[in-house]
């Protein structure tokens, strides 16, 4: 199996930067995407980002496209969350999400098997 860790999470201004980190560990090998998803108090998980474990594809939702980067360090088991251009409504629980099979989607929970617990995100106005 896969095991996910978040962190990087915190309280920043609305304008301002933060930059999550998901280190996974494990059975890594058969990973074939890496997502980050959000869910605010009362509303549903929502998909932000994804990345394949190799190869240049990304994909972003319209509400983040252009002020949030999706990377990876593989060496380092590591994907990255690069938020710039915070607004109030970021603010949510951020998870880290893994898939390992290459024909289920990029942009669902469906196309995800392991999840870390997520890390808090917090911008304020």
């Known amino acids: 199996q896969v095991q996910l860790v978040e962190s990087g999470g915190g309280l920043v201004q609305a304008g301002g930067s933060l930059r999550l980190s998901c280190a996974a560990s494990g059975r890594t090998f058969g990973i074939y995407r890496m997502g980050w998803f959000r869910q605010a108090p009362g509303k549903e998980r929502e998909f932000v980002a994804a990345i394949r474990w190799s190869g240049a594809s990304t994909y972003y939702s319209d509400s983040v496209k252009g002020r949030f980067t999706i990377s990876r360090d593989n060496a380092k088991n590591t994907v990255y969350l690069q938020m710039n251009s915070l607004k109030s409504e970021d603010t949510a629980v951020y998870s880290c999400?893994?898939?390992?099979?290459?024909?289920?989607?990029?942009?669902?929970?469906?196309?995800?098997?392991?999840w870390g617990q997520g890390t808090q995100v917090t911008v304020s106005s």
């Open positions: 999400a893994a898939g390992i099979k290459s024909y289920r989607t990029d942009w669902g929970s469906e196309g995800y098997d392991y």
